[in-house]
């Protein structure tokens, strides 16, 4: 809910640390009250019930090994693996080169903040030390809405995009963290919140505001290192859809993932076109469209590729998703709060920004009108979202792709003939295979 003014306009059931079970028991008192304040009891229930089993086999697991291998040796272990994260830390920490940053980005615009919030992040790396400084104090205060990072997301973020950065090779735990110093500051949307503070959409937009930030700050330091910026979200088709089936008269809420803010340029990649967001990584799956319309009056109407829309680089980024639904019976509401319309995914090193994002209903009559991003949509039968995900931005300058690669890319039909020519300055010929020397002669002014 990102119009949430503070945690009680959330209308959350807010519990300080609650014992849930007690030998194995489930507390049934707060069961009830928990479920008498959200509209779909049953399938809340299931989802305390998968992250309980989820608890539990980890303790039985951890339990296990434990008898088999002894405390005191696992103890040991512990220790042990957090001191060599941090040595393969400070491995890669001194294959960097000493510099700072500081970059700004800004969330598209919410209610009453007319020109977006700004985010500022500064990223110091220092090789000899083998220690990187992120701060992010120079930042606007909490503000009154669902937008602000908790400070465990503050810090969270400002680790995922230094090891986005960092590449593969460094564990990521405790021993790893002694080598990075996250600066915050109290009442700060990102920073350290103070209670009534709303975090609703703290693990999301503001978060990848930061995570973008400190890579991209980390790719103009380091050459080879960092990404892009990429993984805006949260467009309609990854969004929330509620209402109630009047087949079955019985109450559905649930996210869709039609389509996700597209992945940054990397610097020997491009980027993942069904990243999500820049903090999970490609982890949550695209839904399978049977499934969805089978589980929920709802219709796809379609989703696909939008061609010339990658951000250009020397690895570009992904480009836009489009996605349209709506329902079949009864009328359903859609939630979200997309970024990236207004302030658009920005390229590192030289690569260019990815294409915005964009939302529309469409009337029954086929009239397109556009949407806000953030506001609450009602859709009847006949009426679907028009869907538009953010594309990536691309990493280094756009006429240093490899002309192979621009091919690959025309014949995927993710780049057009014209784009190929114009930006990157490739010339195919009638077959779809590049021609060299035109694409020297082309390239050569630049």
């Known amino acids: 809910m990102p119009v949430a003014r503070d945690v009680y306009h959330e209308s959350a059931l807010i519990f300080a640390a609650t014992r849930i079970q ?3 028991r489930d507390n049934e008192d707060i069961l009830r009250m928990c479920a008498m304040r959200i509209r779909a009891p049953e399938q809340w229930r299931g989802d305390y019930l998968a992250m309980l089993g989820a608890a539990r086999i980890g303790e039985r697991e951890l339990v296990a090994l434990c008898r088999e291998l002894g405390w005191d040796t696992l103890e040991t272990y512990t220790a042990e693996w957090f001191d060599y994260s941090e040595r393969r830390m400070i491995e890669a920490l001194r294959r960097l080169p000493r510099g700072s940053r500081t970059v700004r980005n800004r969330h598209d615009p919410i209610l009453e903040q007319i020109e977006g919030v700004p985010i500022e992040v500064s990223v110091a790396i220092d090789p000899d030390a083998a220690t990187v400084e992120i701060d992010l104090r120079n930042n606007p205060d909490c503000m009154p809405n669902g937008l602000n990072l908790s400070e465990a997301g503050s810090r969270t973020a400002a680790l995922l995009g230094l090891f986005n950065s960092l590449g593969p090779g460094v564990p990521a735990n405790a021993g790893s963290f002694r080598r990075v110093r996250v600066l915050l500051r109290e009442n700060c949307c990102v920073g350290i919140q103070r209670h009534p503070t709303s975090c609703s959409a703290g693990t999301t937009n503001l978060s990848d505001r930061v995570i973008n930030g400190v890579q991209r700050a980390t790719a103009e ?3 080879g290192y960092g990404l892009s910026e990429g993984g805006l979200v949260l467009p309609p088709a990854f969004g929330g859809i509620a209402g109630t089936d009047p087949r079955t008269n019985q109450y559905y809420v649930n996210y869709l993932m039609l389509g996700f803010g597209a992945g940054p340029g990397a610097p020997a990649a491009d980027g993942w076109l069904s990243l ?15 499934v969805d319309e089978l589980r929920y009056p709802l219709v796809i109407s379609q989703r696909r590729v939008l061609p010339d829309t990658e951000g250009a ?18 009328e359903m509401q859609g939630g979200f709060s997309a970024d990236g319309v207004v302030n658009p995914a920005r390229g590192a090193r030289g690569g260019a920004d990815g294409t915005p994002g964009r939302q529309y209903r469409r009337t029954r009559n086929g009239d397109l009108v556009p949407l806000d991003s953030w506001a609450p949509v009602h859709l009847v039968p006949g ?10 931005g691309g990493n280094g300058p756009p006429c240093e792709r490899a002309p192979e690669r ?13 784009r190929a020519e114009t930006v990157y300055g490739v010339v195919l010929d009638d077959t779809g295979a590049v021609d060299a020397a035109a694409t020297t002669r082309r390239r050569a002014p630049r």
């Open 406 to 418: 621009v091919a690959a890319d025309v014949r995927e039909g993710w780049v057009s003939r014209a």
């Open 22 to 24: 007690c030998d194995y």
């Open 313 to 330: 680089g020397r690895f570009r980024g992904a480009p836009n998703v489009l996605a349209e639904f709506g329902p079949t019976h009864g």
């Open 221 to 223: 330091i380091a050459e």
């Open 276 to 290: 999500g967001t820049v903090g999970v990584g490609g982890v949550i799956r695209y839904d399978a469209v049977e």
């Open 383 to 392: 009426e679907t979202i028009v869907s538009y995900a953010a594309g990536g």
